[in-house]
């Protein structure tokens, strides 16, 4: 006789911003995790994420290019750290990092892509199909979260005219650059792949790529639970997980 199923799996709570920003202060604050500590973690993840959605034997150029744009804000930190991961897992990251944060702790993540000999782009080609031949797909590190303070000003709004026209796939950490946290795209960028860092923010409800990772296996369980995240199961020691199969 066979056992009756178990209760279904609650459905991953979407985060308003001020909701994501409480659990990242009560992580830094109450549980003394380092901000260099939370950028690390997160970096490494995003690139499991895009190890996962674009695996080496699959991209289409011989060479396992990947073009890692970074703003000058945390999310830019994290896309640094992202690129360090994908040179060690045998991609050839380049990144475009145009206005560097004066934060020791960047500067210290800017040294250790240096000193791992990942080039750095002087400027960014205007000429789309140069990006396009170049790469097998983009990491758009440069807003996130900081949309609302940075997404008019140079050279951010440059970054995304140009993204928005790359026709190579796209995959943003945790909010698509131009996006607003709460409401979505607004002219935005179209990401093929959305990372989603601890849990996904409510602008992930209106993302329509291939796939949508999360990146929250790392968070205490009373911090799941106070905030009611119900997050996904993460198979074996798997540190992101898809929350949507890919869309062929």
Same mark, same amino acid.
């Given at each position: 006789?066979?056992? &009756?199923?178990?209760?279904?799996?609650?459905?991953?709570?979407?985060?308003?911003?001020?909701?994501?920003? &409480?659990?990242?202060?009560?992580?830094?604050?109450?549980?003394?995790?380092?901000?260099?500590?939370?950028?690390?973690?997160?970096?490494?993840?995003? =690139?499991?994420?895009?190890?996962?959605?674009?695996?080496?034997?699959?991209?289409?150029?011989?060479?396992?290019?990947?073009?890692?744009?970074?703003?000058?804000?945390?999310?830019?930190?994290?896309?640094?750290?992202?690129?360090?991961?994908?040179?060690?897992?045998?991609?050839?990251?380049?990144?475009?990092?145009?206005?560097?944060?004066?934060?020791?702790?960047?500067?210290?993540?800017?040294?250790?892509?240096?000193?791992?000999?990942?080039?750095?782009?002087?400027?960014?080609?205007?000429?789309?199909?140069?990006?396009?031949? =170049?790469?097998? &797909? *983009? *990491?758009? =590190? *440069?807003?996130? &979260?900081?949309?609302?303070?940075?997404?008019?000003?140079?050279?951010?709004? =440059?970054?995304?005219?140009?993204?928005?026209?790359?026709?190579?796939?796209?995959?943003?950490?945790?909010?698509?650059?131009?996006?607003?946290?709460?409401?979505?795209?607004?002219?935005?960028?179209?990401?093929?792949?959305? *990372?989603?860092?601890?849990?996904?923010?409510?602008?992930?409800?209106?993302?329509?790529?291939?796939?949508?990772?999360?990146?929250?296996?790392?968070?205490?369980?009373?911090?799941?639970?106070?905030?009611?995240?119900?997050?996904?199961?993460?198979?074996?020691?798997?540190?992101?997980?898809?929350?949507?199969?890919?869309?062929?």
């Amino acid at each position: 006789m066979s056992s &009756a199923p178990g209760p279904a799996r609650e459905p991953p709570r979407y985060l308003s911003k001020a909701e994501a920003e &409480a659990i990242e202060k009560e992580l830094l604050e109450d549980y003394r995790f380092g901000r260099q500590q939370l950028i690390e973690i997160w970096g490494h993840a995003c =690139a499991m994420a895009v190890t996962k959605a674009f695996p080496l034997p699959s991209l289409p150029r011989k060479q396992p290019t990947v073009l890692v744009v970074c703003g000058p804000a945390q999310n830019g930190a994290i896309g640094l750290v992202c690129a360090r991961h994908l040179r060690i897992f045998d991609y050839e990251p380049t990144i475009f990092y145009p206005k560097r944060s004066p934060d020791p702790l960047y500067q210290d993540f800017t040294t250790q892509c240096e000193k791992m000999d990942i080039p750095f782009l002087s400027y960014l080609p205007t000429e789309v199909q140069l990006i396009n031949d =170049a790469y097998n &797909a *983009v *990491v758009d =590190a *440069v807003l996130g &979260a900081e949309a609302e303070a940075a997404e008019g000003r140079e050279p951010c709004a =440059a970054i995304l005219s140009t993204l928005k026209l790359v026709r190579i796939p796209i995959v943003s950490l945790d909010v698509p650059s131009g996006w607003d946290v709460e409401a979505g795209s607004s002219g935005g960028i179209s990401p093929d792949v959305l *990372v989603s860092l601890s849990a996904p923010k409510q602008c992930a409800r209106r993302f329509l790529g291939r796939q949508h990772f999360v990146a929250g296996r790392f968070l205490p369980y009373d911090v799941q639970k106070k905030f009611e995240l119900n997050p996904p199961e993460y198979p074996g020691t798997e540190c992101v997980v898809a929350l949507r199969a890919p869309r062929q």
